[in-house]
């Protein structure tokens, strides 16, 4: 296995688990082979799932959990009886240096819980953030944080920053990329006391990764100015879930509106503007800031997205954005 990106999978967590986890892995596997498995979860469920593929069974390890977590458990619950889950077991075999990164589509909340019990933070940062890509006009943003903190101050929002740019770097190999915080308007006088603080920061270091735009507003994230767009977990989950619901508003109502002949006529457009808008293709996003890699799947999508989701555990690990973030961060006082 030398050279393999070790990934620790729990193969219980999200819908359709454990079917969608062996199957989108052996999508992966077909695209990519540098990739190995240790599976978490019901030994007699997955060895059932596995015995269907070659491929799969010769590029992984299971190991057998007898609990996992629901979808709708309180991470507090989560937490307490954490300890024989197949997401426990995952994610303590990065503490343990088994793997090197761990992958859930189980629930968030206890994903990100056990986490930060399991794992120590980078030097520098108190709150780890929950990033992800986000499709725009060009090619694709990363939006943190995402829904792990609600509120935040200036040296969140700073440290954000840094590890969003340096996710950025790892992803496309971009040596400085453009960042921006999200605000209710450009002006510099706009937004609160903390976005003000923030903009103060990342406009004077001269310690950083990325080029600092200033402030950006809603109706711009997807128009592919910038590269990385910081905000407060609150207002970040807010714009994901709504810019979803829109993504998919449009897509069914669409083609509601258009009749046989005319969608005939306009396959080739239509096809490209759903695989523009189709959320698997952007799934997996990363706890950043905490010393192990923690990446989160939709727990609703099937195995094409989950697989995308390993392809982006690949690239975090190749591009070693651990040791990224920690030589690009910006040390503010807090």
């Known amino acids: 296995m030398l ?7 729990d193969a219980m967590g999200g819908e359709k688990s454990p079917n969608k986890i062996v199957k989108g892995i052996e999508i992966s596997l077909n695209e990519n082979s540098e990739n190995y498995f240790y599976l ?8 059932k799932e596995i015995s269907n593929s070659k491929l799969v069974s010769k590029n992984c390890e299971i190991i057998n959990t007898n609990e996992f977590i629901l979808d709708d458990e309180s991470p507090l619950s989560a937490a307490k009886r954490g300890k024989g889950t197949s997401m426990w077991k995952a994610i303590e075999s990065l503490k343990n240096k088994k793997a090197d990164i761990a992958l859930s589509a189980g629930n968030t909340g206890a994903m990100l819980v056990i986490s930060r019990l399991l794992l120590s933070t980078i030097e520098g940062i108190n709150k780890p953030a929950l990033a992800a890509l986000w499709p725009n006009k060009n ?6 944080d995402l829904g792990a903190n609600i509120e935040c101050n200036e040296k969140n929002l700073s440290d954000f920053a840094s590890m969003g740019s340096a996710l950025f770097i790892s992803l496309f190999e971009n040596d400085k990329p453009k ?4 605000n209710v308007g450009l002006e510099e006088t706009k937004g609160n006391d903390i976005l003000k603080k923030t903009y103060t920061i990342l406009k ?3 310690v950083k990764n990325f080029e600092f735009l200033g402030y950006i507003e809603g109706n711009q994230i997807m128009d592919g100015a910038t590269d990385v767009i910081v905000t407060d977990g609150f207002t970040g989950n807010v714009a994901l879930k709504t ?3 829109t993504a998919n508003f449009i897509t069914q109502n669409l083609k509601k509106s258009l009749n046989k002949l ?5 396959y080739t457009s239509l096809k ?3 695989n523009k808008l189709d959320p698997r293709k952007y799934n997996g996003a990363i706890f950043l800031g905490l010393e192990s890699p923690v990446v989160k799947s939709h727990g609703s999508t099937d195995a094409i997205g989950f697989a995308h989701s390993i392809k982006v555990c690949n690239k975090i690990i190749k591009a070693d954005l651990i040791k990224k973030i920690k030589s690009n961060l910006i040390t503010v006082d807090g």
Do not use: T
């Not at 090619?139 to 943190?144: H, Q, Y």
């Open 262 to 266: 005319s969608m005939l006529l306009s």
């Open 243 to 245: 810019a979803e619901g």
């Open 3 to 9: 050279n393999k990106v070790k990934i620790a999978v």
């Open 204 to 206: 004077s270091s001269k």
């Open 179 to 182: 960042i921006s915080l999200l």
């Open 40 to 47: 978490y979860g019901d030994e007699k469920l997955l060895k």
């Open 272 to 274: 490209k503007f759903r």
């Open 139 to 144: 090619n694709m943003s990363v939006v943190l």
